[in-house]
C-alpha cells in the first residue's frame, strides 16, 4: 500500500477484535501535514495518502479491517468535490465509488444498531459550500451512512491539540 503509518510510543496488543480507534486520513501533499501528524493525539490512527494512490479505495482497505466509528479526511477540495490522494470524490463520481463507500462503516455497528451513526469529518477545503456542497454533503452522508461535518479549516478539539 502506499500510504506511511505514524510511529507510535505505545505498542498496541494484536487482538483477534477489529481495531475501532478514530482514524484520520490525511493528504501527504496538504499543507502543513508534518504538523498536523504531530498534533493528532496518540489514541488516533493516522494514515498519510499517497498523491500518487486512490484515497478512497486506500481508505475502504484499511475500514474494512476496523470497526472505526469516527473517521476524519484531511485532504484538497472546492465546493461539492474532495480530493484523496489522486482520487476525486465528487457529485459526478459518487456512483463510481458507491460500494466502497457503503463499506465504510459497515462493520461499526457491530450487533447494536440503536447506537449513533458513524461520524465523518471532512476538514482543509470548501467541500461544503454552496448549493453544490450541500447535495454533495447529503448524498455522501446516504452513500455512507454516516454523519458528516466539514470544514475548511482542521479545528482544534478532542483529536487535534
Known sequence: ??????????????????????????????????????????????????????????ISQILNSSCCRELYIICQGSPGCLYIGNAELSLNTLIRYSLPLESWFQDAYGDDTSIDPPQLSLYGCDVAAGDVGEEFITKLSSISGATIAASAVVPKNSIFN
Open 1 to 58: 500500500m502506499s500510504f506511511l503509518y505514524r510511529q507510535f510510543d505505545n505498542i498496541h496488543k494484536i487482538t483477534d477484535r477489529p481495531d475501532n480507534r478514530p482514524i484520520v486520513f490525511i493528504n501527504a501533499n496538504f499543507s502543513n501535514c508534518d504538523t498536523l501528524i504531530q498534533q493528532v493525539i496518540p489514541e488516533v490512527r493516522v494514515i498519510v495518502i499517497s498523491p500518487q494512490a486512490d484515497g478512497i479505495r486506500e
